[in-house]
């Protein structure tokens, strides 16, 4: 099987103007794929779910229309994290309860993907039930961060950013309710977008109005990942949080040029969280470069002090309200992290949770009216460089020793409580070429604004075209 390995660099626009042009074919492209996993997958583990036979069969059916009327993504593959639903492919959760679940549905996602020309032929590794920022499971084993392959990939949707970092994906989509598509994005090297409340129509579970958990894109660059948040965007009468479509693309708004007026920049939302001195540095050098589009560049942030309790609660809660059948009937095939976050769900009062909801209304209007000042707010994705992988979660920061699994995740679940889109774009490296990301927001359903952004800031990095990379031995 003869395949052109140069289309792996290729970025997704370049690979779906192909597609259109008639240039490149879905199965020419998945035929690239499955020659680029079988040389480097093994060492990173990004994909460790395969549906091949059912990705051609999807491309053959998709190349009887004509070419230019296959839909946004035009027969581009697409990897689904292992959390979704993918009808007719083994979607375990990383869970040994699920280990052998092949569902006869797919999550109203992956159908509105597959509608705009998506082909689906890999499922994308998840730390159990997608809970603890570090991709490893009992079902598949960890994902290895392709830049130094002792370290981790994040999570949860580490698999997903691996996949892109080593040209096994040239898009992946992914799941974000603390930071899971934020934090692997920065870990990898690639750019990962937590989307608006609603942005992405997605099959609802134990409950029709759960909001700390949404649905987003990944890609190696800004305007790739625009274009996969267009082929995810829309309502869908299964989702009645779901928003329609915009007039205008997500991808022309990323292309439009438009740079930020006035930007604040935060190395740790007004303390909230220890930051390693080096993100710190990475990061603030990356924000200040806005001024050289034209932007004030101040140093502020809302006041977010209610984070750590607030998040702590209704994130405790979400995982009782979803998992406590499985808490009662197969505790003892459950991580212990996730263990602790049932049980804490369970003990929680009416009190408590009536607490952590006022709390998150206020800190989202204080948000609000930090917007009416500022475009744009920019913070480290990630309080560390990517960590060994054998640590099962950061338990220490700049001399902080945390207090449980979710706290090193502060800095992006404030900004999922407030109900704001989040960028994580490269920013930089630390003195031993680890990749850091910086987590640009923006006001509630402005991705638009956001993306423009991130674009102008990407040109101005410079850091553009860093991935793919062959997986590199530990350092």
Same mark, same amino acid.
């Given at each position: 099987?003869?395949?052109?390995?140069?289309l792996?660099?290729?970025?997704?626009?370049?690979?779906?103007?192909?597609?259109?042009?008639?240039?490149?074919?879905?199965?020419?492209?998945?035929?690239?794929?499955?020659?680029?996993?079988?040389?480097?997958?093994?060492?990173?583990?990004?994909?460790?779910?395969?549906? *091949?036979?059912?990705?051609?069969?999807?491309?053959?059916?998709?190349?009887?229309?004509? #070419?230019?009327?296959?839909?946004?993504?035009?027969?581009?593959?697409?990897?689904?994290?292992?959390?979704?639903? =993918?009808?007719?492919?083994?979607?375990?959760?990383?869970?040994?309860?699920?280990?052998?679940?092949?569902?006869?549905?797919?999550n109203?996602?992956?159908?509105?993907?597959?509608?705009?020309?998506?082909?689906?032929?890999?499922?994308?590794?998840?730390?159990?039930?997608?809970?603890?920022?570090?991709?490893?499971?009992?079902?598949? +084993?960890?994902?290895?961060?392709p830049?130094?392959?002792?370290?981790?990939?994040?999570?949860?949707?580490?698999?997903?950013?691996?996949?892109?970092?080593?040209?096994?994906?040239?898009?992946?989509?992914?799941?974000?309710?603390? +930071?899971?598509?934020?934090?692997?994005?920065? *870990?990898?090297?690639?750019?990962?977008?937590?989307?608006?409340?609603?942005?992405? %129509?997605?099959?609802?579970?134990?409950? =029709?109005?759960?909001?700390?958990?949404?649905?987003?894109?990944?890609?190696?660059?800004?305007?790739?990942? %625009?274009?996969?948040?267009?082929?995810m965007?829309?309502?869908? #009468?299964?989702?009645?949080?779901?928003?329609?479509?915009?007039?205008?693309? *997500?991808?022309?708004?990323?292309?439009?040029?438009? %740079?930020?007026?006035?930007?604040a920049?935060?190395?740790?939302?007004?303390?909230?969280?220890? =930051?390693?001195?080096?993100?710190?540095?990475?990061?603030?050098?990356?924000?200040?470069?806005?001024?050289?589009?034209?932007?004030? #560049?101040?140093?502020?942030?809302?006041?977010?002090?209610?984070?750590?309790?607030?998040?702590?609660?209704?994130?405790?809660?979400?995982?009782?309200?979803?998992?406590?059948?499985?808490?009662?009937?197969?505790?003892?095939?459950?991580?212990?992290?996730?263990?602790?976050?049932?049980?804490?769900?369970?003990?929680?009062?009416?009190?408590?949770?009536?607490?952590?909801?006022?709390?998150?209304l206020?800190?989202?209007?204080?948000?609000?009216e *930090?917007f009416?000042?500022?475009?744009?707010?920019?913070?480290?994705?990630?309080i560390?460089?990517?960590?060994p992988?054998?640590?099962?979660?950061?338990?220490?920061?700049?001399?902080?020793?945390?207090?449980?699994?979710?706290?090193?995740?502060?800095l992006?679940?404030?900004?999922?409580?407030v109900?704001?889109?989040?960028?994580s774009?490269?920013?930089?490296?630390?003195?031993?070429?680890?990749? #850091?990301?910086?987590?640009?927001?923006?006001?509630?359903?402005?991705?638009?604004?956001?993306?423009?952004?991130?674009?102008v800031?990407?040109?101005?990095?410079?850091?553009?075209?860093?991935?793919?990379?062959?997986?590199?031995?530990?350092?």
């Open positions: 099987m003869a395949t052109d390995q140069t792996i660099k290729a970025t997704a626009c370049t690979i779906v103007d192909k597609l259109n042009a008639g240039e490149v074919s879905p199965l020419e492209l998945l035929d690239v794929l499955e020659a680029r996993i079988a040389e480097v997958d093994g060492q990173v583990n990004a994909l460790p779910t395969l549906c *091949f036979d059912r990705a051609r069969a999807s491309a053959r059916e998709l190349m009887k229309q004509p #070419v230019g009327s296959r839909g946004l993504l035009a027969g581009m593959p697409v990897p689904i994290k292992d959390l979704t639903a =993918v009808a007719g492919v083994r979607t375990t959760q990383g869970s040994l309860i699920y280990k052998d679940v092949v569902p006869a549905e797919s109203i996602l992956v159908e509105r993907l597959e509608e705009n020309g998506a082909v689906i032929y890999a499922k994308s590794n998840t730390p159990e039930f997608g809970a603890g920022a570090n991709t490893f499971n009992d079902v598949f +084993g960890p994902t290895l961060n830049w130094d392959l002792s370290k981790s990939s994040a999570g949860s949707s580490g698999g997903a950013a691996a996949a892109l970092a080593s040209g096994t994906a040239w898009l992946a989509q992914g799941s974000d309710m603390g +930071g899971s598509l934020r934090s692997p994005a920065s *870990f990898c090297g690639v750019v990962g977008l937590r989307p608006s409340i609603g942005r992405v %129509a997605n099959t609802p579970s134990a409950a =029709v109005d759960r909001t700390l958990g949404v649905q987003g894109p990944m890609a190696r660059n800004v305007e790739d990942l %625009a274009l996969l948040l267009d082929a965007s829309g309502e869908h #009468v299964a989702d009645p949080l779901s928003l329609p479509l915009l007039p205008t693309s *997500f991808l022309s708004a990323a292309r439009s040029g438009k %740079a930020p007026v006035r930007v920049y935060s190395p740790d939302l007004g303390g909230i969280s220890p =930051v390693d001195p080096e993100v710190i540095e990475i990061t603030r050098k990356a924000a200040m470069r806005f001024i050289e589009a034209g932007a004030l #560049v101040e140093e502020a942030s809302p006041d977010l002090r209610e984070t750590h309790d607030c998040f702590h609660v209704l994130r405790a809660h979400d995982f009782a309200l979803t998992k406590v059948d499985l808490l009662r009937d197969k505790r003892e095939l459950l991580k212990p992290e996730v263990i602790w976050n049932i049980e804490e769900g369970i003990k929680l009062s009416f009190d408590d949770v009536q607490r952590a909801e006022a709390q998150r206020a800190m989202m209007n204080r948000t609000l *930090f009416k000042t500022y475009d744009l707010l920019m913070i480290p994705s990630t560390v460089p990517p960590c992988i054998e640590d099962r979660y950061v338990a220490e920061c700049a001399g902080h020793k945390f207090d449980n699994y979710i706290e090193w995740l502060t992006v679940s404030a900004i999922t409580l109900c704001c889109p989040a960028l774009l490269p920013c930089g490296f630390t003195s031993k070429g680890l990749p #850091v990301g910086l987590q640009i927001v923006a006001r509630p359903r402005a991705e638009a604004q956001l993306l423009a952004g991130a674009r800031l990407e040109d101005i990095l410079g850091l553009r075209g860093t991935t793919p990379i062959d997986p590199r031995p530990a350092k």
